[in-house]
């Protein structure tokens, strides 16, 4: 079964840094969003 996640994140190692990008982009756009209120 570990064999099989291996092989899997490494077929779709492009896809998974461009979804780990993604997800960084929108952590930054919420906080961003959640902080600015606050600041203004």
Avoid: E, H
Wanted: zero cysteines.
């Amino acid at each position: 079964m570990l064999s099989q996640f291996k092989t899997a994140a490494y077929r779709s190692r492009d896809t998974l840094v461009g979804d780990l990008i993604g997800g960084a982009a929108l952590m930054v756009t919420l906080l961003g969003g959640l902080y600015l209120p606050g600041l203004l």
